[in-house]
T-cell receptor, first 116, second 115 residues
Framework: NAGVTQTPKFQVLKTGQSMTLQCAQD?????MSWYRQDPGMGLRLIHY???????DQGEVPNGYNVSRSTTEDFPLRLLSAAPSQTSVYFC???????????????FGEGSRLTVL | AQKVTQAQTEISVVEKEDVTLDCVYE???????LFWYKQPPSGELVFLIR??????QNEISGRYSWNFQKSTSSFNFTITASQVVDSAVYFC????????????FGAGTTVTVRA
């Protein structure tokens, strides 16, 4: 059982380039999300999805795009990379919304992105 | 708006000492969840504990215990008899009950346990 898989683990971009961070989960989780982690700021929610075909913005969505065409995949697109998007990105999933497992997120290993 | 504050940036202890991590939160919701997550040096984030706002009973799970006080909006976490493997960044987080999948995280506290 692979859990949540993120690729790539490391990426260096030049300002203005675009790229996609891939996220896949094999646990049939309904909920998926993307967070960015910056020093001294904890994790901040970028976008999230409560099911295939449904996405919504989190706290810091500007400059990012997402789609959820299947239950398994939730890619994060950087449209035109900026140095402010240098960060570590985490994808997370959860197999239930509400109930006894509320808030128990399963995280990927992270993707470290540097924008020059 | 929700806010989670972890005032302690770094804590360094010697093995076997107890470590208490402070967490103060702000929310307008009457029902919510509080969490602690751990991020070891390898980088992955791991769920540790959850408490809902209706349950102020403090608990102990192995070497972990937590103290939830609604009156002071605090959710402190204690590691008893710390071990080197406890060295990690610990995050406190909060979510509304209706949107329990949307977590607001604190800035994290780095715990270093020295042998």
């Amino acid at each position: 059982n692979a859990g949540v898989t993120q690729t790539p683990k490391f990426q260096v971009l030049k300002t203005g380039q675009s790229m996609t961070l891939q996220c896949a989960q094999d646990m049939n989780h309904e909920y998926m999300s993307w967070y960015r982690q910056d020093p001294g700021m904890g994790l901040r929610l970028i976008h999230y999805s409560v099911g295939a075909g449904i996405t919504d913005q989190g706290e810091v969505p500007n400059g990012y795009n997402v789609s959820r065409s299947t239950t398994e995949d939730f890619p994060l697109r950087l449209l035109s990379a900026a140095p402010s998007q240098t960060s570590v990105y985490f994808c997370a999933s959860s197999y239930s919304i509400g109930g006894g497992d509320a808030g128990e997120l399963f995280f990927g290993e992270g993707s470290r992105l540097t924008v020059l | 708006a929700q806010k989670v504050t972890q005032a302690q940036t770094e804590i360094s202890v010697v093995e076997k000492e107890d470590v208490t991590l402070d967490c103060v939160y702000e929310t307008r919701d009457t029902t919510y969840y509080l969490f602690w997550y751990k991020q070891p040096p390898s980088g992955e984030l791991v769920f540790l504990i959850r408490r809902n706002s209706f349950d102020e009973q403090n608990e102990i799970s192995g070497r972990y215990s937590w103290n939830f006080q609604k009156s002071t909006s605090s959710f402190n976490f204690t590691i008893t008899a710390s071990q080197v493997v406890d060295s990690a960044v610990y995050f406190c987080a909060l979510s509304e009950a209706l949107y329990d999948y949307k977590l607001s995280f604190g800035a994290g506290t780095t715990v270093t346990v020295r042998a």
